[in-house]
């Protein structure tokens, strides 16, 4: 059993600041990729930034320059600064990662997601 437990959402005004926490914990082998999605209102789930264990990110064009992701692989976490925080990342934000767990087998595992909402 893995869970990933996200925090950090909230209410921010534009061009302000969060940041987002996502742990996994349980039967945990190791880890590849962690990263971050978002969905808003009506739209599709995209991606946001993805980090692999040895440290290559990838981010959406749209968040490039104002979001850095980074992961702590002793404690299993993956963060996502936000900064420059802009109305149309308004979304609820989803960690995932693809997790090897100690049957050897590999699964990707999603958080319950947590709210980001950017407006004056």
């Known amino acids: 059993q893995v869970q990933l437990v996200e925090s950090g959402g909230g209410l921010v005004q534009p061009g302000g600041s969060l940041r987002l926490s996502c742990a996994a914990s349980g039967s945990i082998f190791s880890i590849n990729v962690m990263g971050w999605y978002r969905q808003a209102p009506g739209k599709q789930r995209d991606l946001v930034a993805t980090m692999t264990s040895g440290g290559s990110t990838n981010y959406a064009d749209s968040v490039k320059g104002r979001f850095t992701i980074s992961r702590d692989n002793a404690k299993n976490t993956v963060y996502l600064q936000m900064n420059s925080l802009k109305p149309e990342d308004t979304a609820v934000y989803y960690c995932?990662?693809?997790?090897?767990?100690?049957?050897?087998?590999?699964?990707?595992?999603w958080g319950q997601g947590t709210q980001v909402t950017v407006t004056s």
């Open positions: 995932n990662a693809d997790i090897v767990t100690t049957d050897y087998y590999e699964y990707r595992y």
